[in-house]
Antibody, heavy 121, light 110 residues
Framework: QLQLQESGPGLEKPSETLSLTCTVS??????????WGWIRQPPGKGLEWIGS???????YYNPSLKSRVTISVDTSKNQFSLKLSSVTAADTAVYYC?????????????WGRGTLVTVSS | QSVLTQPPSVSEAPRQRVTISCSGS????????VYWYQQLPGEAPKLLIY???LLPSGVSDRFSGSKSGTSASLAISGLQSEDEADYYC???????????FGGGTKLTVL
């Protein structure tokens, strides 16, 4: 059974860079059949797609976050990562990682449990 | 404001049927597949419907999806208290070149 687990600091200071890692188990991230995505959810609000990456490093980003987002993949560790720079309180959210189908347009079928990141001084 | 428009809330009695709408445009729903996700309180979202109307393995056939033009709908029949959750539609937007979600609909089973 495929499992995804987010990890990283739960607290970031304003203007800093948020860094999270998603570790995939029960399957290989190197499979050419899938993209891997990041999605966030501010407290009490809806879902927002951040971006997606495939095993080769091909990326798609949410245009509203593109200038601040970098998603990378480490196939040797079966992980993919998110960096969000210049964070503000508006970036406080539960961050989820998920597996997509064979394109970034596809559905998200396996999700991590999410990790809350709070931006506060 | 979300690119896809959903009603903020719907409610219905147990054993009844409810539908949740998702309205978009030609650049998203009108030209791409629609997905539906269920988010139970305190949990991660779960894929409910993919490619407009297909059910993933293990999802109850009380759930069904449909699409017409630039709108999509999720129907839940035989409502149960365990169906109380937030429901989100999603698709790809060709203009934004990214995944877009609806604002979510909170379902209350009376």
């Amino acid at each position: 059974q495929l499992q995804l687990q987010e990890s990283g600091p739960g607290l970031e200071k304003p203007s800093e860079t948020l860094s999270l890692t998603c570790t995939v188990s029960g399957g290989s991230i190197s499979s050419s059949n899938y993209y891997w995505g990041w999605i966030r959810q501010p407290p009490g609000k809806g879902l927002e797609w951040i971006g997606s990456i495939d095993y080769s490093g091909s990326t798609y980003y949410n245009p509203s976050l593109k200038s601040r987002v970098t998603i990378s993949v480490d196939t040797s560790k079966n992980q993919f990562s998110l960096k969000l720079s210049s964070v503000t309180a508006a970036d406080t959210a539960v961050y989820y990682c998920a597996r997509q189908g064979d394109t970034a347009m596809d559905y998200l079928d396996y999700w991590g449990r999410g990790t809350l990141v709070t931006v506060s001084s | 404001q979300s690119v896809l428009t959903q009603p903020p809330s719907v409610s219905e009695a147990p054993r009844q049927r409810v539908t949740i709408s998702c309205s978009g445009s030609s650049s998203n729903i009108g030209s791409n597949s629609v997905y539906w996700y269920q988010q139970l309180p305190g949990e991660a979202p779960k894929l409910l419907i993919y490619y407009d109307d297909l059910l993933p393995s293990g999802v109850s056939d009380r759930f069904s999806g449909s699409k017409s033009g630039t709108s999509a709908s999720l129907a839940i029949s035989g409502l149960q208290s365990e169906d109380e959750a937030d429901y989100y539609c999603a698709t790809w937007d060709d203009s934004l070149n990214g995944v877009v979600f609806g604002g979510g609909t909170k379902l209350t089973v009376l």
